[in-house]
């Protein structure tokens, strides 16, 4: 099947309720492509909208973290997307293939999606989506974000598509402010890979319930079990950022770009760092998204990082027993002296 005489379909490899999409070829560039059809049978106004939003927001990024975007239009009465053709599988599949990633995996995959939201975030779009499915993994591990149908414009509230108090989103990764009908934001999408790291290390969600309700009440309310309580292997390290981007208040997360850059540095490996010098007073606040590492003084047992500090050394017998000698010596000389001062003074 050939659309708008250039690109030819191949194999489906994704469906779901708006569309489905293609491994094609591009027949004018001679490159591979994946095409993404709406479905023409009730797909509603705001169903386009979305679909036409996606090409917009996928236009304005161009980075090799974010799924890129070749073309769009209509074709027999059907809206079509031209994408990058990721070859590999999603998040969501490499977990369901090989359980729990490994460390090293886990913060490849915390920076590259760190990388390609802060590119969002640094054009003015929240993507309000992120979860496995919509993060993709090539042959070579590098990961891409893909599936921006439900983005926002941080500039253009009329954007979202939604009516007030309106939840868009999976609930399996909302964050806090959004359960509760606060509009997204950046930090909103810090919150939502959080919790993807925290599955993909554990093999579960951060967060489960019955009911869709109860669900966003533990997003507002719970606090996260630690990954390492659930048989997770991560650096202590890496377990205490992860947690802070679980953080209930927006402001108390790292940025895309902090993230991005923390865990490029290797720091989630948890190496020592030297220790800071003291200050007067009160001393130095620490940067807000700072988290606390291993210092040299530190010792590291088991999941807890606890801090032994030195006793004051306690003086020897032989130091005491010359101390002892000293203060004899000069009470003594101060008696002989106030005793030839006696003698002195009645013989004059």
């Known amino acids: 099947m050939l659309v708008a005489g250039r690109y030819r379909l191949h194999t489906v490899i994704g469906r779901g309720g708006m569309g489905e999409v293609w491994r094609a070829s591009d027949e004018v560039l001679g490159r591979p492509v994946a095409v993404k059809l709406l479905l023409n049978d009730g797909a509603d106004a705001s169903a386009v ?44 599949g490499e977990l369901a293939a090989g359980g729990p990633l490994a460390p090293d995996r886990l913060a490849q995959v915390a920076l590259h999606a ?49 009516t007030t108090g309106q939840i868009v989103g999976t609930g399996l990764y909302l964050a806090p402010e959004r359960a509760i009908g606060t509009p997204a934001t950046p930090a909103s999408d810090l919150y939502s890979l959080g919790c993807v790291l925290y599955q993909l290390a ?5 967060f489960e319930a019955a009911t869709a309700t109860a669900l966003l009440y533990q997003h507002v309310d719970a606090t996260p079990v630690p990954p390492h309580q659930r048989g997770a292997a991560l650096p202590p390290a890496f377990e205490a950022y992860l947690l802070s981007m679980l953080a209930k208040r927006p402001e108390e997360r790292p940025t895309a770009r902090q993230a991005a850059d923390w865990f490029r540095s290797g720091a989630w490996r948890g190496a020592p760092q030297p220790l800071p010098p003291e200050q007067s007073g009160t001393g130095q606040s ?18 807890n990082t606890t801090v032994h500090r030195v006793p004051p050394r306690r003086p020897g017998l032989r130091t005491s027993l010359r101390r002892h000698r000293r203060a004899v010596a000069v009470v003594g000389s101060a008696v002989l002296f106030v005793s030839a001062l006696l003698i002195g003074m009645t013989w004059f």
Not at 286 to 303: F, I, L, N, Q
């Open 49 to 92: 909208a979305r679909f036409k939003l996606e090409a917009q927001t996928s236009a304005r990024l161009n980075h090799p973290h974010v799924v890129g975007m070749f073309d769009f239009g209509a074709w027999q009465d059907r809206f079509f997307l031209v994408m990058e053709l990721v070859e590999g599988d999603s998040l969501a």
């Open 114 to 162: 760190a990388e390609g939201l802060a590119a969002a975030h640094a054009q003015g779009i929240v993507h309000r989506d992120i979860k496995p499915g919509n993060l993709l993994s090539d042959r070579d591990g590098t990961v891409r974000i893909g599936d921006f149908g439900i983005a926002r414009f941080v500039d253009d509230p009329s954007a979202g598509l939604t």
């Open 202 to 206: 554990v093999g579960r969600p951060p």
């Open 286 to 303: 620490r940067g807000r998204h700072a988290v606390p590492r291993p210092t040299a003084a530190a010792v590291d047992s088991g999941w």
